[in-house]
């Protein structure tokens, strides 16, 4: 964006400030959505360790896999049984040790074939898409067992390594319990209790890399959100309270009301803001389990929004390389956030419990580990790539689908009518209901003059002129309210000139200014064929009506 500041007066300016007041429910609105999107980074921390606070550090003398798990094993078992849980627990976090336990009581079935062990018996057991050879083995062996010895089974179990990039970043062990452990009930009633373990590992320069680079995403965040947006925004308040809106009018007779706008989609379509968060989500982890947790998932999860918010800046750039603006409809952010709240979620409980996702996932899991160590560790860099991918693609395949089943007879035909794109109205719904709750949008003047928006027309007009063809900006809009002589009588809508895309499109430069201290974008119109011309203002602006 071009970083030009309307901070001079013309010559021509009167001589007494003009007054002007920011709208304060807008102003609160405004910085909710910066203070959201500059603490996603720390939003880890809600099931994360703060480096000062983390649990002790994993031993990692072991000579070999065998001591390894002989060892881990009994470690855990020790730790996580029916005398150290509370019963009724089929969830429980180790905050002193760091350490996930999930617990699942299991009724034996018939004795079932190993080929259908998949679909009968393995479903929606706890971390069943991170198994190895050995779990798998464990697990459907107890299933297609005739005669089932609770001695011989009690405590039967492994440990193996969880890799990423080929580098230790947990451990997992998975063992079986004779009887219920969770409701207390021995194994007379052919009842086994599956316990699967997760021990994240702990560096402390990783802990340390990961929050300082954290920091310095909000940082960068913050940075990006000031020069994009709110410099101008202060810069367009300068303006106003020394020059007004237009040429020729008195301080004394007109004041302003600032309404800002949302600049979460302007910082969104940032790659290099989306692919930092990318690259954070990627060094993180995520948690399952009660309530509570399940809570703080939900929150966590969300953060893989930028996954898709990433995938949207890499689609805008391919749609206007091979220019096929058209061929896309504009997404809104915060529906995006909404839908991968949720849509995140479900895809990682999905992954559990449907036959072929958990069949793909244990695959993708072990294809890029060597055969002699299958049943040892897995690797998880395939898997995580494919969920960026299945999150990434969710609001890319909405755009290109929407064009195809857009509804014209809605209120946003109204966008064919001039005055229709100046209004609130067209805007996200999320700012239509924000904006609709101020007095100056709830009143109606027939004095009033609405200007501005005619970026939207111009969109209307050629996808091509969408300098961001995957998101909508119009929520970053701001208005400037005018009152003469106490009374609303103009409301002006401005948007960032940056935004429409003038290269090889047809919008002239006019020959004669604006009277408006904004450049103006001018829709005409000659034997049906609709043109644009910009009239520019005395002095440089990034904003336009």
């Known amino acids: 964006m071009a970083k030009v500041a309307d901070v001079s007066a013309p010559a021509w300016a009167d001589v007494h400030r003009f007054s002007l007041r920011r709208n304060r429910i807008a102003l609160v609105i405004s910085v909710a959505m910066l203070f959201n999107i500059a603490s996603m980074p720390m939003k880890a921390y809600l099931s994360e360790y703060v480096p000062w606070s983390a649990p002790p550090l994993l031993n990692t003398s072991y000579a070999n896999y065998s001591a390894f798990n002989s060892d881990f094993l009994a470690q855990n078992q020790r730790l996580y049984n029916a005398r150290t849980l509370v019963p009724g627990t089929s969830y429980f976090e180790d905050a002193i040790n760091d350490v996930q336990v999930l617990r699942k009581a299991i009724a034996l079935p018939a004795p079932i ?5 998949l679909q009968s018996f393995l479903l929606g057991l706890p971390g069943v898409i991170y198994y190895t050879d050995a779990q798998i083995d464990l697990v459907c062996s107890l299933a297609s067992a005739t005669n089932v010895s609770a001695a011989a089974w009690h405590y039967n179990g492994s440990c193996f390594y969880d890799l990423f990039c080929n580098i230790e970043i947990g451990r997992s062990c998975l063992w079986l319990e004779a009887g219920d452990a969770i409701q207390e009930r021995n194994a007379s009633d052919g009842l086994f209790t599956l316990t699967y373990s997760y021990s994240a590992t702990r560096f402390d320069a990783y802990l340390w890399f990961k929050f300082v680079y954290r920091l310095g995403n909000t940082a960068f965040v913050l940075y990006r959100m000031w020069t994009h947006y709110y410099m101008h925004c202060v810069d367009l308040e300068r303006l106003l309270r020394t020059s007004g809106h237009k040429a020729d009018v008195s301080a004394v007779e007109w004041r302003y009301e600032l309404v800002l706008g949302d600049p979460t989609a302007i910082i969104l379509r940032d790659p290099w803001v989306a692919t930092a968060f990318l690259i954070d989500m990627w060094l993180s982890t995520g948690n399952n389990g009660d309530l509570y947790v399940m809570f703080v998932t939900f929150v966590y999860l969300s953060r893989t929004v930028w996954f898709a918010y990433c995938g949207l800046c890499v689609t805008a750039y391919c749609l206007k390389k091979w220019k096929k603006e058209h061929a896309f409809a504009e997404v809104d952010p915060t529906l995006v956030a909404i839908a991968i709240a949720f849509y995140g979620p479900l895809i990682s409980w999905l992954s559990g419990n449907v036959g072929f996702l958990v069949t793909l996932y244990q695959w993708m899991f072990t294809c890029l580990v060597p055969q002699q160590n299958t ?34 007879g809605c209120f ?17 719904w999320k700012n239509q209901i924000l904006l ?12 009033m003059i609405t200007s501005g928006g005619t970026v939207y027309a111009a969109y209307h007009a050629s996808a091509s002129f969408k300098n961001c ?16 002589r106490g009374e609303l009588r103009e409301k002006m ?15 002239s430069n006019a020959t004669t200014p604006t009277s408006y201290h904004f450049n103006e974008l001018v829709e005409t119109s000659k034997e049906g064929v609709t043109s644009f011309q910009l009239h520019k203002p005395s002095l440089p602006s990034v904003w336009c009506i």
């Open 113 to 117: 074939h190993r080929a259908s062990c």
């Open 375 to 408: 049943s040892e560790q897995n690797e998880l860099v395939v898997g995580c790539t494919a969920y960026t991918v299945l999150i990434a693609v969710l609001p890319v395949v909405y755009g290109f689908l929407a064009p195809r089943f857009q509804c014209w």
């Open 469 to 484: 063809p995957t998101f909508s900006l119009r929520s970053a809009d701001c208005f400037v309210l005018c009152y003469h």
């Open 412 to 428: 946003w035909c109204l966008r064919r009518r001039k005055h229709a794109y100046s209004s609130h109205r067209y805007n996200n």
């Open 493 to 507: 809508r401005l948007s960032f000139l940056s935004s429409l895309d003038t290269r090889g499109n047809t919008i």
């Open 436 to 447: 609709a709750l101020l007095r100056p949008f709830r009143t109606n003047n027939i004095h």
